[in-house]
């Protein structure tokens, strides 16, 4: 089958469209066709050698996917062959960060077929209503964007400040926040889309509202790298940070704001099932032959939402 491959650890520019073996499913595993896609950071820095994780090389990258289920293993009753599903799961060799609670686990997406543990809250049936392309999409930005709403609980009147809005999380936690004055960052040429999905104001990245603040949500700087963000919020203010390193008060100079990571590796806060109605921005597609080049892109330029890649 058509996979993108790293062979090494390495940067996009290293990957290889290659022909690999089709991987089985086993006890308790479904075995999907992915007929679309979708590519996130973790693609891009996982097979980079970045972090402290041993691949097995060729790794099949991609996580997020929409497809039909092919194959079903022993054990297995919620699917049936021909079942159209979507959702998300990390590399096999990242199975230890995947949680305790019925972990999601993949051979890897952006490939013709890979395989899947069938009882994990990350995959549902794909409804009617949802496309093949927004099913691919919506996975990881969807499942991220629903954790923060429950989290942040933003009131309408509150001020939010979105850090990071033109990605795929905040391109879909715009809409959510209906109600409230949004300031988005973003560069002047994303204004009109920001304004389109749901934000008040358009501020570059390195500025910040002086104050009156209620809420931030930081969807792309490092945890530690937020002083300047939080000296916004009003006393008592939120802060909801997804990245790492994990949040400390030192951080950000103040022990009178809520200063929390919101990271639902066990599905807590909702599977599948509850991100189908959300709605991702999708602005590049491309086709599994040019999978290397939609990894190029999505890491060497400035990327607004998401891109998907279909087989």
């Not at 077929?113 to 919506?138: K, N, W």
Request: charged letters at 20%; aromatic letters at 6%; one cysteine or more.
């Amino acid at each position: 089958m058509k996979a993108i491959v790293a062979r090494d650890y390495g940067p996009p520019e290293s990957f290889e469209l290659a022909d690999v073996p089709i991987p089985a499913a086993g006890a308790g595993q479904i075995q999907v066709r992915i007929a679309a896609a979708s590519l996130n950071p973790g693609d891009i820095v996982i097979p980079s050698g970045a972090y402290p994780v041993r691949l097995e090389f060729p790794h099949v990258l991609g996580n997020d996917f929409a497809g039909t289920v092919s194959a079903v293993g022993e054990g297995v009753t919620a699917y049936s062959i021909g079942d159209e599903v979507f959702g998300h799961s990390v590399p096999r060799a990242l199975g230890a960060l995947a949680g305790a609670n019925r972990p999601s686990v993949t051979t890897g997406t952006l490939a013709e077929y890979a395989v899947f543990e069938a009882g994990t809250p990350f995959i549902a049936h794909r409804p009617d209503s949802l496309d093949v392309a927004t099913a691919a999409a919506l996975p990881t930005v969807g499942l991220t964007a629903r954790a923060l709403m429950i989290r942040a609980e933003p009131k309408p009147g509150e001020t939010v400040l979105v850090i990071g809005a033109t990605g795929g999380v905040g391109t879909t936690v715009l809409p959510l926040l209906a109600g409230c004055r949004v300031i988005a960052t973003g560069r002047p040429e994303d204004r009109d889309t920001l304004l389109g999905r749901g934000a008040t104001e358009v501020i570059g990245y390195d500025g910040y509202p002086a104050e009156g603040v209620d809420l931030v949500l930081n969807l792309v700087r490092p945890t530690d790298q937020l002083r300047e963000a939080a000296q916004s919020l009003k006393p008592g203010g939120r802060l909801f940070t997804i990245t790492f390193p994990p949040p400390r008060p030192e951080m950000i100079g103040r022990d009178d704001v809520r200063f929390e990571l919101v990271l639902d590796v066990d599905g807590d806060l909702g599977g599948m099932r509850d991100v189908a109605g959300l709605s991702p921005l999708i602005t590049g597609r491309y086709s599994i032959d040019d999978g290397v080049q939609a990894l190029i892109d999505f890491a060497r330029n400035h990327t607004v939402g998401k891109l998907v890649v279909t087989t």
